[in-house]
């Protein structure tokens, strides 16, 4: 058995006593999310692992989120405390080199990528040629009176949820078609034909356009327990489901632009659910945390996805989509990252 077999084989042994599963059944390639380690079981795993290595770092795993990476780490990084526990002795560095896979950062540029179908559980689809350096950007590029060089921005992947229309394709049949998305206020929403309420801000109007299913939300499949779920803004938890989507409309996965500089730009207008968990918290005498403020709309999309782009909300009012297209292409333009998802959301929830 070669030293790297021997030192995924302890790799695989450590997970397999954190998720209880047999280490022969652990695919190396997959990322440990994949096997269902929330934050809790990875801090778990990075302190039997700092038992045995000294000097592991504490973000090891959110570096190396595989077996396969991670075992290439040790063995470049760790390899004398690797071969004391492991018992084995190479005076040969050449052979140890030779079995460590080269850093993900040295990709060449593919241009010649087959889409795979868009299902979460094949294989990542490699997304290089979005991410190729550039390593010619001079002062040449930066000269207001010559212009960037980089002037045209591409569309690869869209998704939306509006009234009547629960994607892209309806909402398209909807426009071609004339068909009319404005219905009653949905009863779930602010009660607008209650007839005990008599604020002077009553709102008389019995229309408008809504989205149905805005409170529906799958939390187990973000990873995200009940009650975190309950205390996030449903303008997150659709942004979350539609960027999803997006991703994997454009043929690629959402793990494939993990760690990239990928920008987050979201427009949004009403913040109506910081009203409805202050009066909730407030009856209850509780505190609102994270989730239900819309300037994190974007900082809640960049961590999830695990994305290193400029990430921030944008607040202009009727023009907050259009000003974070705007600002997107811009950060693509000037090199402030590579990619970008843009979305606009808005609820009307209070």
């Not at 079981?41 to 000294?54: A, D, G, R, V, Y």
């Not at 996965?253 to 009403?270: C, D, E, I």
């Not at 999830?304 to 921030?312: I, Y």
Request: proline letters at 3%.
């Amino acid at each position: 058995m070669s030293f790297r077999s021997n030192v995924i084989s302890f790799v695989k042994n450590l997970i397999s006593e954190v998720i209880q599963q047999k280490s022969e059944d652990i695919d190396s390639t997959k990322t440990f999310e994949s096997f269902g380690m929330d934050s809790v079981l990875l801090m778990e795993l990075q302190s039997k692992l700092s038992t045995k290595i000294e000097g592991v770092s504490k973000t090891v795993l959110f570096e190396y989120d595989t077996a396969d990476k991670l075992t290439d780490h040790l063995i470049r990084d760790h390899s004398i405390e690797v071969k004391k526990i492991l018992g084995i002795s190479l005076s040969d560095e050449t052979e140890l080199n030779s079995q460590v896979a080269k850093p993900a950062g040295n990709t060449k540029l593919i241009s010649n990528i087959k889409k795979e179908p868009k299902s979460e559980s094949n294989k990542s689809v490699s997304i290089d040629h979005l991410f190729k350096k550039r390593a010619n950007r001079n002062l040449q590029n930066t000269d207001n009176s010559k212009g960037n060089n980089r002037t045209d921005c591409s569309i690869v992947g869209m998704a939306g949820v509006f009234p009547n229309a629960k994607n892209i394709s309806e909402f398209w049949n909807n426009i071609k078609n004339g068909t009319q998305c404005i219905n009653e206020i949905p009863e779930n929403r602010w009660g607008a034909n209650n007839p005990s309420d008599d604020r002077p801000s009553k709102l008389f109007s019995q229309w408008g356009g809504f989205i149905e299913g805005v409170y529906d939300f799958d939390y187990e499949f973000f990873n995200l327990s009940k009650l975190e779920a309950a205390k996030m803004d449903p303008q997150l938890r659709l942004l979350l489901q539609t960027a999803w989507h997006a991703i994997e409309d454009a043929g690629y996965t959402p793990n494939s632009l993990k760690g990239h500089k990928v920008g987050v730009f979201v427009g949004a207008m009403n913040n109506d659910f910081s009203y409805q968990i202050s009066e909730l918290y407030q009856n209850n005498g509780l505190y609102g945390g994270a989730g239900a403020f819309d300037s994190e709309l974007a900082n809640r999309l960049s961590f999830f996805l695990n994305l290193h782009g400029p990430s921030f909300t944008v607040k202009s009012a009727c023009s907050s989509s259009l000003t974070a297209l705007h600002l997107a292409c811009n950060a693509i333009k000037s090199g402030d990252c590579d990619t970008a998802l843009v979305a606009g959301v808005n609820l009307s929830l209070h």
